[in-house]
């Protein structure tokens, strides 16, 4: 119960710096917001200046130390504010939420089936032929730059095959439905990014469970299975595997905050609407308060997932529960 | 970008460690260097880091120098072509190979160094020293990292310090917690007690007693951050949080996006790029690999079953 | 998302009616609707065609902003209010900006008001409001929504986007309704430069929705389903589509004569530059606002039927800050601006695709009516640059570069704006061309906070920028932007250089006083001489409004040999609504 007690205190301590850097950051550039926002509008008089200050409310002069208060107060009661455009920072990134949902939970959680399943089979398999080659290859396929394996993907799908449409989530011209042509619609264009986060992460995946299973295959435990001529499959997975996975487990909801950053990639490599690309165009058209809720929003997210991947390693491990 | 996997600095889970002395050291480096992998590794990064002293012998062009033809194929004048203002694609590559590769070191030295400060002494001191050090670690290794580095690196003046700054903050927290579980172990070492008795300071026995034994461990951490930062820094040029009017392959990667390469068909001024920082990557990548299989005997290349000289 | 990667500048120029034509203008306005309405057709000068009267075809926009929407249309909110204004939301009249000045006058065209009066020396303007028009909810418009659109500024300040009210620091004290048909605006100065803020930039709102809402908060109104006067209405929206559909009430629309003709209008959202290339290229759009990369072969060629026309209308050059001990001497300012060939820089930084510009300041063909082209000292001469260098007491360093007597060089750090690949690409060449001459330039690029910022404050020593900020309004004479950029009063905003000198001051305040267009025209060309012999800022380029078009199936179109409209949809200008006014579906 401690062990989770202080995994409690140091995600709110995170929470706590994460809102801080939020709110500080923009304070110590310099400049108003409506100085930058305004370089960003096309075809407006200089002389909006006056009216953007007033409405991003620049020039209201209040105690630093009660803004700031105010701020942490407003996110933990979930308001976010509203972004430039006057919808509730909220709403947009309810929006947003789906597409990097469908696109990343799919794609991440098949790299781990993927990746881990192969992990297991090559660490059994050693100095077979696929232990010879997949992992030093998938190794190096992970660490191309996952933009640039997605600009890959364009070249070849998209430009030079022109199967497979170069961005975006479905069709300009469809209307969102729950109809199958507009499913396969949104099918097909999540097939390019999808393939790249996969592809990328799946590498990962794989080399850390064949590491892991490597390792676990070692220990005395799995020669005394062997020894008590238990078939091997039930070795593999009932002895290795299961152990093999728990540090994979708390690595993968660590690992979150890594995919989230390499979907904020992905989805700017294929204009894919999801909250990565949100986050990038609101750093663009300095829609403060929108990059203030989506970093609050990564944050939390991480923080949730890793929570739960403690609270599922203590009461798989018991270990743990007494570390 | 490659995405650091949990685990693969193995060789700091207890094998590369020993007391101080050469043979092992000594054997160490031999199976180093017979393993293909480092090798290869080596030699990329050997190659990589020639380009980057030595530019000029590769390239007559000026790579600033927008004079030629505009968005030309590859041809022999122009080994990749020409970018849209018409600079030569290859000597912008050639010359920027430095910027690249400077960046990526010293960030990699410096988080490295830093990890290992907080990380070793967190787990020599102990107690209070331990748990805020500890708690330091965990914060910046939960905050999720690109967001961070975007939002750091858009409200920083851009540039190169920016870019160090801000990749050093990200950086150091992973190794820090793998050295310390490292340093833990130490702590009960003979040769550390005698020191002690000796009264040596904590400092003393920090940097002189300790961190040597760990090198291999430092440069399996320094390797692991290297292919880390070499993704995340391309990333964020990539974005256009960088200069652009420095010259990195990043830099160039942004241009050619930005000018529609790929679509208007001039491929090698966006493809070029995003080899090279591949490249570089798999060159830490396959070092780190292979320092992995030396620390860790179990993931050396299976010899036959037969052979049992295999430690 | 990349942000779009050209220094877009478009600008609506503000006309500045000159008194004698006031009355001409109004005969006119009165004669061409007698004669419109007589010949059975409303359409305004320029080309028409309402031969035929069939309304059908599908438009569809090309313009990548960056973002999906988020299907809010209120025409006060900077951001997205390209959307509505014209489409929906109209204004009083309506100012072509680029043939606004070839008659050395501006022509007013009667949009909502069917004509403008000045009296008590240019301190009152009268408007007398168009009858019969209605919102397209049915309501009646009068001059009561007008009155009540500039009284909504007074309670809500942030709809106040041209500063035109005393509390926001322009010259208006009062706005009342006279009458049924009368608005009169009171200003406290002589405010004739102010008619064309007033006149064409405010669209006109229904007071009986807006009246209903919370009148401190206008701005953040969301009005998803905007009721306007204008040609279309919003149909449907999604983040990645507006449909718009005829108004079937609009007050040009005559029994027979239907405007607009064009059935559907549809506007997506790019989420990516090059998502909204390749859907212009592959023919899915027909009205393109994108300067496509390597144009010919990747957009004209590829059909049977489509132009570019790239008008210009703004100035972008280097801005040097007059505060800087070396950049103060006019000697080093001339040397960069004879060192630059700028045909050069348009050709490889902008792929020719906006003219080079001239030291005047003067924007051609849009002013070539207030251009001397005999003071047009613009050349590159890269020798003469390093002989007025020389004269000047600078001498050439060992490493090429121009020192002055106590050894500073003439090393200077540029910045500009991230985001633009043109503007970047044109500074290489502009490095390249001023190292050709012993003087060096670092080019720093900044984001737009700092950059703004930075410009604003006078924290650089030289700068590359469009005259007013990098996308941002000019006017339909010169005088708006020259006056944005060296007039003393805004230094601190848009004049960048900090240029101070009262006999340009006086300058200004001579044009504003007098609505004769000859003493303006020489007033202009008095101030274009301060341009050439001061060199307060360097034009390099000429900022353009991007613009193709696909008259495959679709006619109406302005051009360069019939420039009725302004081009540049993304703007929120007027304009879009007199171009969807003459667009007609063909075969």
Known sequence: MTYLRRRLGLFLLTLWAALTVNFALPRLMPGNEAQAVLATLHGVNPAALHALEIEFGVNVHQNIVLTYLQYLGNCFTGQLGVDHYGIPVVTGIVQALPWTLGLVGIATVLAFLIGTLVGILTAWRRGGRMDAFLPPLLFIVSSFP??????????????????????????????????????????????????????????????????????????????????????????????????????NLTGFAMQLGFVLGGAILVEYTFSYPGLGYLFYTSTTLHDLPMMQGLFLFYTMAVLVCVLGADLVTALVDPRTRDA | MAIPAIGSNSALSGAGVSAPSTSVRVRFLRTLFSSKKATAGLVILLVISFVAAFPGLLTHDDPNAAIYGIEQGPSLQHLLGTTLVGQDVFSQLVYGTRLTLVIVVVVSVIATVLSMIIGITAAYLGGLADRSLSLLTDIFLIIPTLPLLIVLAFYLPSGVSTMILVLCLTSWAFQARQLRSQGLSLRSRDFLASARVRGERPLYIILVEIVPTMTSLLAASFLGVAVYVVGFAAGLQFLGLGNSSELTWGTLLYQAQANDALISGNVWWELSPGLAVALLGAGFALLNYAFDEIGNPALRPARRRRDRSAS | MRKPTWGRAPTHLAAALPRSHRKLVTLLAGTATLLAAACGGTTSAGSSTASSSSVGGKLVIDSYMGTTWPCTFNPFNPALNFLTVGFTYETLEYINDLKASSSGSSLAQPWLATGSAWSNNYETLTFTIRSGV???????????????????????????????????????????????????????????????????????????????????????????????????????????????????????????????????????????????????????AQWGAQPVPNIKTAYLNKGPDRYMWFPPVLNVGIFPNLDNPLLSNVAVRQAISLALDRSNVATRGESGYEPAASQTGIITPTYQSWYDKSIDNTAYDPTKAEQVLEAAGFTKGSDGIYQNAQGQQLSFTLQTVSGFGDWDASLVVITQELKAVGIQITVEDENSGPYTTNLESGNFQLAYAGSGGPYTAGGPTPYYELRGDLYSSNIGGTNYSHYNSPSTDALFNAYAATTNVSQQKQIIDQIEQVMVSDYPFIPVTQGVDWYTYDASHIGGWPTASDPYAQPAIYAPLEDAGVILDHLYPTN
Not at chain 1, 184 to 189: A, E, K, L, P, R
Not at chain 3, 171 to 182: E, F, K
Not at chain 3, 187 to 215: C, K, R
């Open chain 1, 146 to 247: 996952i933009f640039f394996m997605g600009l890959v993907l364009i070249l070849i799908f998209g430009v030079v095959l022109n199967w497979l449409p170069i961005g975006g989530n479905y069709n300009i011209d469809a209307t969102p439905s729950l109809s199958l042509p507009f499913i396969g619609d949104v099918i097909t264009h999540a097939i390019l990014p999808g393939a790249t986060l996969v592809v990328v992460t799946a590498g990962l995946w794989i080399f850390t469970m064949r590491n892991n299973m490597i390792t676990t295959l070692a220990e005395d435990y799995v020669k005394m299975g062997r020894a008590k001529g238990l078939a091997p499959w039930r070795i593999m997975l009932d002895y290795a595997a299961r152990n093999a996975i728990l540090p």
């Open chain 3, 134 to 284: 209605k919102w397209n909810d049915g309501q009646p418009f009068s001059a009561a929504d007008v009155a009540y659109t500039f009284n909504a500024m007074t309670t809500s300040a942030a709809l106040d986007l041209n500063a035109l009210w005393k509390a926001d620091g322009g010259p208006l004290t009062a706005v009342t309704a006279q009458g049924s048909n009368q608005v009169a605006f009171t200003f406290d100065t002589p405010a004739q430069t102010y008619f064309y803020y007033v006149a064409d930039q405010i669209p006109i709102v229904p007071e009986h929705i807006w009246s209903t809402l919370d009148q401190t908060k206008l701005a953040s109104y969301t009005d998803s389903h905007p009721i306007g006067t204008g040609p279309y209405k919003v149909g449907s929206c999604t983040q990645a589509n507006v449909k718009y559909v005829p108004n079937t009430d609009y007050w040009q629309s005559t029994p027979g004569h239907p405007v607009p003709r064009i059935a559907e209008v549809d506007y997506p959202s790019f989420l990516g530059n090059d998502q909204a290339n390749l859907y212009l290229t592959e023919g899915q």
